[in-house]
């Protein structure tokens, strides 16, 4: 491996900090322009960039942060890989998952280091279009970035910006490729002709997550052993959290890989008795009891071992007053609302798992004390959509009968809890009616 | 060179008519909706002429085989 060798940099922040990516970040949430961004954080190397980015993501360590975990270097060398035809960067600020707004915060607040990034990937990529991929709120914020570099000649390859859709899977790659070639942004068949080598207009795509690219920004400028600094050796740098239930409205929350997720929450271990549970990775990712979760260490694999992902970095602490089977079966509604629809297996068994998690929470005598039916749902539609969105569902439904054991014997046998009525306390789910009657509160069963 | 294949199905074209394990049921059965559920090994070359076929005949085009790498 070659050494990193960097001139000296003022701009240099301290490697063992956080936060990192959020350093500059306006306190009253305006977008920090070009002038502020390149004082603080310096030029782009654009020649080194061209040089050695790809073998310094790979020392770097870096992984996608849009939920998937992959390598970013092993993903890089698969598209310039890929073939003759010079490829297309994308962007992709399509945050479908409405208990995630991390990547919305930094294309509002800090456009230009996910810009950096993404002209970064054109350049070691040798890329022939850049393309911003963003909710409309956003374009308005990403255009007048665009244009504040256009005029400065900023970027080797000038950005598009495309406004994406604003579904749930709206984000998942061949999706985003999908709307990008004016098709309906659905998921689309990757077994014969992936993105990697046919993707935009038919040329190798390379779709990475927002935050990636910010961290790319960094990596570019700074080197991998910056980028180690934090972290442990074999899970260095850091992540982007969205927190929910720590006081109103959502907080974003940057971590140190390997952490100790009660630790990033300022939550001590003693106060695990407050939460009913802690869910993880948003809504294809799954419960954890709290005491669990508060002591988790910020890592996918650690998430992974418990039966559940940090997947784009969702932590939702559920109120012990709630009733975590309610909040579930609202989620696999919601999941079944938002599938493409596409592929047999996920149009059936989502309805299915959907029906019977509502019954669990609201009409438990419909089961007659069995959950076999929904666990052989589960076992049905893992691994058989075109994309990842019904092992998202099944791990979710895993996760809640696992975790939330005591509640389902006590549904099955006393039939619905007193809070099963109550309004969601999940973002983004209110408008979900599971048809069940509030009762009068007379404490927990 | 000798091929080492799998069967994928590509499940937004599916439409369940079941061709694939009528000629082919040892890779093939089908779940209680009638869509495919593939055998994943790799397909032995006495059974190859029968993954062709139900590759050929599949009404949708959606039954594919693929190298299975390594």
């Known amino acids: 491996m070659r050494a990193a060798v960097l001139s000296p940099n003022q701009h240099l922040p301290a490697a063992s900090e956080v936060p990192r990516l959020l350093l500059g970040l306006d306190p009253d949430g305006r977008p920090v322009g070009l002038e502020e961004h390149l004082s603080r954080w310096g030029a782009m190397p654009w020649q080194r960039t061209r040089m050695t980015l790809i073998d310094d993501l790979a020392s770097s360590g870096l992984v996608g942060h849009g939920g998937a975990w992959f390598p970013v270097a092993t993903k890089w060398r698969s598209i310039r890989g890929g073939g003759l035809r010079r490829p297309v960067v994308v962007a992709n600020d399509a945050e479908g998952e409405p208990a995630s707004s991390k990547d919305e915060l930094l294309m509002a607040c800090l456009p230009h280091l996910v810009l950096d990034g993404a002209s970064a990937a054109a350049t070691a990529l040798d890329a022939g279009r850049v393309i911003v991929y963003a909710p409309r709120h956003l374009v308005p914020i990403v255009g007048s970035a665009v244009a504040a570099r256009r005029r400065r000649g900023f970027d080797p390859v000038d950005i598009e910006v495309v406004e994406s859709a604003d579904t749930f899977i709206s984000g998942q790659e061949s999706a985003v490729v999908s709307a990008l070639n004016r098709n309906a942004p659905l998921p689309t068949f990757q077994g014969k002709t992936p993105i990697r080598t046919r993707g935009v207009g038919g040329r190798p795509t390379l779709v990475q997550n927002v935050e990636t690219l910010a961290h790319v920004a960094l990596v570019a400028r700074f080197g991998p052993a910056w980028f180690r600094g934090i972290g442990s050796d074999a899970h260095p740098g850091t992540m982007l959290l969205t927190v929910h239930g720590r006081g109103p409205g959502p907080r974003i929350v940057e971590s140190p890989l390997g952490a100790r997720l009660g630790d990033v929450l300022g939550l001590s271990a003693g106060v695990a008795g407050r939460y009913r549970g802690v869910l993880l990775g948003g809504y294809g990712g799954g419960w954890l009891p709290a005491q669990t979760a508060l002591d988790l260490p910020v890592i996918e694999q650690a998430a992974r071992h418990h039966g559940t992902s940090l997947g784009a970095g969702v932590v939702v602490l559920l109120p012990a007053e709630a009733c975590p089977l309610a909040e579930s079966a609202r989620v696999v509604r919601y999941l079944d609302q938002q599938k493409a629809g596409q592929c047999g297996p996920c149009v059936n068994g989502l309805g299915e798992l959907a029906d019977l998690c509502t019954a669990l929470a609201v009409q438990p005598a419909r089961l007659s004390g069995h959950l076999q039916p929904l666990l052989d749902t589960c076992a049905l539609v893992e691994g058989r959509g075109a994309c990842r969105h019904p092992d998202g569902a099944a791990r979710f439904v895993r996760s809640a009968l696992r975790v939330f054991g005591d509640e389902v014997t006590a549904h099955l046998r006393g039939g619905p809890c007193a809070q099963v009525g109550a309004p969601s306390v999940l973002p983004g789910l209110r408008k979900i009616d599971l048809g069940a009657r509030s009762r009068p509160v007379r404490g927990r069963r | ?70």
């Not at chain 2, 394990?21 to 032995?44: C, K, M, N, Q, S």
């Not at chain 2, 002429?49 to 959606?62: F, M, T, Y």
Request: include cysteine; charged fraction near 25%.
């Open chain 2, 1 to 70: 060179m000798k091929r080492h294949l799998r069967l994928v199905v590509d499940g937004t074209a599916c439409d369940g008519h079941g061709v694939c394990a009528e000629l082919f049921p040892e890779h093939v059965t089908l779940d209680r909706w009638g869509y495919p559920l593939l055998e994943g090994a790799e397909i032995p070359p006495r059974l190859q002429e029968h993954a062709d076929r139900a590759v050929a005949s599949c009404p949708r085009l959606a039954l594919h085989l693929v190298e299975v790498p390594g």
